[in-house]
């Protein structure tokens, strides 16, 4: 039986993330992707912060779009770090993934909620180390009783381009904490910076897709992307 793999659409309902096709693309409900990750808060380096109001301003009516699509199986993931955005996306569409760049730092209230409410919650390591800081993070979960709990090894967030491809390189060392594992590697910097390329290159692309399969074959089971298509295809003869 092959790897179970998982593939997360991005949808940035915000006027400056990195990768400008992404932004407002509701064509992307229509990609065959499992999950769609909606976020309302760039959190691109530079940009800049938006506040809790803002960031609802934004994603309410991308989230009243994608909940009228009614798009069979499609999970909902809400990018972002407040807890009060999350409880509102939570209000208004039921069953929800929340993806959470700081792992709960951001917020203290955001681990006792998800906590609370079963919710499915993306934890992402934002250093350099990510089996230390999983380490820390699985002891606060499990005295909070978050069980149900997804890890991300933050690629781009807190590390150099060669502390990026390190990380991809021994991805197998985070299986040891029995949790799925999201990756976002699609068009990250550490992949066209040392080609000296941009995030819109052709070669950005392939060269993202294959970062993408070592993560599969590492362990990875849940891939975020721009490119739900072409994902699928470059894991053909692994799932």
């Given at each position: 039986?092959?790897t179970?793999?998982?593939i997360m659409?991005?949808?940035?309902a915000?006027?400056?993330s990195?990768f400008?096709?992404?932004?407002y ?5 229509d990609s065959?992707a499992?999950?769609i990750d909606?976020?309302a808060c760039s959190?691109?380096?530079?940009s800049?912060?938006v ?5 609802w301003i934004r ?5 009243k779009?994608?909940?009228?699509r009614?798009v069979?199986g499609?999970?909902?993931s809400i990018?972002?770090?407040?807890s009060s955005?999350?409880?509102k996306?939570?209000d208004?569409?039921?069953d ?6 700081s792992?709960g730092?951001?917020?203290p ?7 609370s ?8 390591c934002?250093?350099n180390d ?5 380490d820390?993070?699985?002891l606060k ?5 978050l069980?149900?709990?997804?890890l991300?090894p ?6 150099t ?7 991809l390189?021994s991805l197998e060392?985070?299986n040891?904490f ?8 699609s068009?990250?910097?550490m992949i066209y910076?040392?080609?000296?390329l941009g ?7 392939r060269?993202?897709c294959r970062?993408?399969i070592e993560?599969?074959?590492r362990?990875a ?10 994902a ?6 692994i799932?």
């Amino acid at each position: 039986m092959g790897t179970q793999v998982s593939i997360m659409a991005i949808l940035n309902a915000t006027p400056d993330s990195f990768f400008a096709r992404s932004r407002y693309d509701m064509s992307i409900l229509d990609s065959g992707a499992d999950i769609i990750d909606i976020g309302a808060c760039s959190t691109r380096p530079g940009s800049s912060p938006v506040s809790q109001t803002e960031e609802w301003i934004r994603l309410e009516p991308v989230l009243k779009a994608v909940r009228d699509r009614k798009v069979p199986g499609l999970r909902v993931s809400i990018d972002t770090f407040w807890s009060s955005v999350a409880k509102k996306a939570f209000d208004l569409m039921g069953d929800i993934i929340v993806n959470d760049v700081s792992a709960g730092a951001a917020d203290p209230q955001m681990l006792p909620w998800v906590a609370s409410q079963g919710i499915e919650y993306v934890a992402m390591c934002n250093d350099n180390d990510p089996a230390a800081f999983f380490d820390r993070f699985s002891l606060k979960a499990e005295a909070l009783g978050l069980d149900n709990w997804i890890l991300d090894p933050g690629f781009g967030f807190g590390k150099t381009v060669e502390e990026n491809w390190a990380v991809l390189h021994s991805l197998e060392k985070l299986n040891r904490f029995s949790r799925r594992i999201l990756v976002g590697l699609s068009r990250k910097s550490m992949i066209y910076r040392p080609l000296g390329l941009g995030p819109d290159d052709e070669k950005t692309l392939r060269e993202t897709c294959r970062a993408q399969i070592e993560a599969v074959r590492r362990g990875a089971s849940i891939l975020r992307v721009h490119d739900v298509g072409a994902a699928r295809l470059s894991l053909r003869g692994i799932i």
